[in-house]
């Protein structure tokens, strides 16, 4: 299991249960496996729920109204 996520946030997710939504997709192959699908897709997860926490934060503090959230730089340094 990939140790930079939750725990919590992978083990909801089954990689033997996946939709995997490309046809063309191949176990095994550069495409990846199953797990690394549902790492991906936690890992998603995580980011998600991270952004919902800071904009719940925000708007508690009544700063998200004059508030710009930049992600690119999360998912540059996560996925290069």
Not at 22 to 35: A, D, F, I, L
Not at 39 to 56: E, F, K, M, N, P
Request: aromatic share 8%; hydrophobic share 35%; charged share 20%.
């Amino acid at each position: 299991m990939n140790t930079t996520i939750p725990a919590e946030l992978f083990s909801n997710l089954n990689p033997d249960s996946l939709a995997i939504g490309r046809p063309n997709w191949v176990e095994g192959t550069r495409m990846g496996s199953r797990q690394d699908i549902a790492s991906y897709y936690a890992h998603i997860t995580a980011i998600d729920d991270q952004v919902g926490r800071l904009l719940r934060t925000l708007k508690e503090l009544n700063l998200d109204e004059n508030t710009i959230i930049d992600c690119r730089e999360i998912f540059y340094s996560i996925y290069t």
